[in-house]
């Protein structure tokens, strides 16, 4: 069972610790042996999710967006997302250059072409930019990839 991940970066501390469990409980949900992750593990819900995978037991494979991807998420974040990529089994990549919205599109295009569901961290809004969780969302609705939305009640970001 392959499970994509798509969500908001920049979660405020409360809606974090409450994403990051309702993370925790969606994965346990599945059989570790059977339970492949698919993210691009950005800072936020794609890498909270990797690492509940992996410590749930299962298996990681990784989307690079671009090139340029790493270059993009914040400093603070490489260590992790270097850490997570060392880690999956298997690694596809857009072989596009630039990190740009174009680039993240198609890196989400990958994810949900290859999941069998994907979780989805959204408000239910519309996208701020091109690529964005909406956008995702509607592209896995067209595609028959079923998703399921975790958003915390009453939370915003």
């Known amino acids: 069972m392959r499970v994509g991940i ?4 920049g979660l405020g501390p409360d809606v974090e610790q409450r994403v990051r469990a309702m993370l925790e409980a969606a994965v346990s949900a599945y059989d570790a042996a ?10 936020g819900p794609d890498a909270w999710f990797a690492e509940a995978v992996l410590r749930h037991g299962g298996r990681l494979e ?31 990549e ?8 174009g680039a993240h599109m198609a890196g989400s295009e990958i994810l949900v072409g290859i999941s069998d569901e994907v979780l989805a961290v959204w408000d239910g809004k519309p996208a701020r930019g091109y690529g964005g969780n ?4 509607a592209h896995a609705e067209r595609s028959g990839t079923p998703v399921r939305v975790l958003w915390p009640e009453g939370a915003t970001r």
């Open 6 to 9: 798509t969500g908001h970066r």
């Open 34 to 43: 059977e339970l492949v992750g698919v993210s691009c593990i950005a800072d």
């Open 62 to 92: 990784v989307i690079v967006p671009a090139g340029e991807y790493r270059a993009g998420l914040p400093v603070w974040h490489h260590a992790t997302y270097d850490a997570l990529l060392g880690r999956a089994v298997h690694v596809h």
């Open 94 to 101: 857009t072989g596009l250059a630039a990190s740009d919205s």
């Open 134 to 137: 909406a956008d995702v969302v």
